[in-house]
């Protein structure tokens, strides 16, 4: 689920996220995203993609590559 918000959020844009209605979770009703995340690893990972790896690595690889960056900074 995060990489496929991640994912919508880079497409789609801010505005957009924040008023997505996502049909494919919590079937049968759905589930309004935008009001029920917390967003940070999602705005990280496309300000990473956007402004400093944006040839480099794709949007999924640096999703990936988020947890182990932010512990060796943690170390």
């Known amino acids: ?3 496929r918000a991640t994912e ?3 497409y789609n ?3 957009d996220f924040f008023q997505w209605f996502d049909y494919m979770s919590w079937y049968p009703l ?3 995203v ?3 995340i917390y967003p940070g690893m999602q705005f990280t990972a496309v300000a990473i993609k956007r402004y400093l790896l944006d040839s480099v690595m794709s ?3 640096i ?3 988020i947890p182990v960056w932010f512990g ?3 170390f």
Do not use: E, H, S
Request: charged content about 10%; glycine content about 12%; some cysteine.
């Open 1 to 3: 689920f995060n990489y």
């Open 59 to 61: 949007l999924n690889d």
């Open 34 to 36: 935008g009001t029920t």
């Open 8 to 10: 919508y959020l880079y």
């Open 63 to 65: 999703c990936c590559y």
């Open 13 to 15: 844009g801010i505005k």
């Open 30 to 32: 759905g589930r309004p």
């Open 72 to 74: 060796v900074m943690a």
